[in-house]
Structure formats: C-alpha cells, structure tokens
C-alpha cells in the first residue's frame, strides 16, 4: 500500500528558504511520476512542480525560478526546496504520486495529508 507523508512545512519570512519533504513507503517510489501541489483555503488545489522516472522536471505557477522538485533515493523521499519564498507561496502543501504499476496501481493518485507553509512579511 502506498503511503506519502509529508513534512518541512513552517512558518518563514518573506525572502527565505524552506524544504519540504514527502517520505514514500509502499513501493518503488522513483519508478512513479511524482508532484507537489498546493492549496488555500476557498481555493483549488494547484501544481506547483512534477518530476517524472526519468529525472525530468517541470514547474509552473510563481515557482518558475525559485523553487526546485528532487528525489533523495537515500531516504525514499520527494524534496521540494522552496527559495526567495513571498507571501503568495502561503499554503499546504500536498505530495501526489500517480500509480504507475511499478509504484501503486496504474493510473490511481495517491495524495498525503499535507504540511502547511506560512509566509511572513
């Protein structure tokens, strides 16, 4: 079964950095396309950036530039370094893995339960 649990999430100023982690258990997670999305309250959930088996990134929204998506095989963890943070990156965010057959069912997106970022000014 697969599990994501996210971590990381805090309270920084506007300017700083932060690191967001999602510990995946249930599988082999690099073989699964992977992403970090986020969401605030009376909004949609967004993408913020996705990275897929073969390396290759891709980021959208204000994370273009300041924010970089990574996998640590080490730790059987998804890493999102979040720099130059602004007040707009206030949010939860949330760790999704598409199922690719290799990693959980193919076709099904699992999601953890998010850790929330505050951004100070």
């Known amino acids: 079964q697969v599990s994501l649990v996210e971590s990381g999430g805090d309270s920084v100023q506007a300017g700083g950095s932060l690191t967001l982690s999602c510990l995946i258990s249930?599988?082999?997670?690099?073989?699964?396309?992977m992403g970090w999305y986020r969401q605030v309250p009376g909004k949609e959930r967004e993408r913020v950036a996705t990275?897929?088996?073969?390396?290759?990134?891709k980021y959208y929204t204000s994370a273009k530039g300041r924010f970089t998506i990574s996998r640590d095989n080490n730790k059987n963890a998804l890493l999102l370094r979040m720099d130059r943070v602004e007040d707009a990156d206030s949010a939860t965010y949330y760790c999704?893995?598409?199922?690719?057959?290799?990693?959980?069912?193919?076709?099904?997106?699992?999601w953890g339960k998010g850790t929330t970022v505050a951004i100070s000014s």
């Open positions: 999704q893995l598409r199922g690719s057959g290799y990693c959980g069912h193919y076709g099904t997106i699992y």
């Open positions: 249930g599988c082999t997670y690099s073989r699964a396309p």
């Open positions: 990275i897929e088996p073969d390396g290759s990134s």
